[in-house]
């Protein structure tokens, strides 16, 4: 469906800010990028080139595949 992915990354992206214990806010600020620009991406607003998307996975230290995957930050490991 048009625009999964975009929601599975904003998702994603969502769960490892929370699980950092950080606001929106302090999370971008901490990245280098506006407040806006990471709830655009939250919510699933943007539409992230692949550069985009390995660039934010490099900041944050992760796999872009980590924020492209369904369910693997958001699902709590066994």
Same mark, same amino acid.
């Given at each position: 469906?048009?625009?999964?992915?975009?929601?599975?990354? !904003?998702?994603?992206?969502?769960?490892? +800010?929370?699980?950092?214990?950080? /606001?929106? @806010?302090?999370? *971008?600020?901490? $990245? %280098?990028?506006?407040?806006?620009?990471? !709830?655009?991406?939250?919510?699933?607003? +943007?539409?992230?080139?692949?550069? /985009?998307? @390995?660039?934010? *996975?490099?900041? $944050? %230290?992760?796999?872009?595949?980590?924020?492209?995957?369904?369910?693997?930050?958001?699902?709590?490991?066994?």
């Amino acid at each position: 469906m048009e625009g999964d992915l975009q929601r599975t990354l !904003g998702r994603n992206l969502r769960a490892h +800010r929370q699980k950092l214990g950080l /606001s929106q @806010e302090q999370f *971008a600020e901490k $990245l %280098g990028y506006h407040r806006t620009y990471i !709830g655009g991406i939250e919510q699933g607003l +943007r539409n992230l080139s692949l550069r /985009s998307v @390995e660039r934010l *996975a490099a900041d $944050l %230290g992760l796999c872009p595949a980590d924020l492209l995957s369904e369910s693997r930050l958001t699902t709590p490991p066994e």
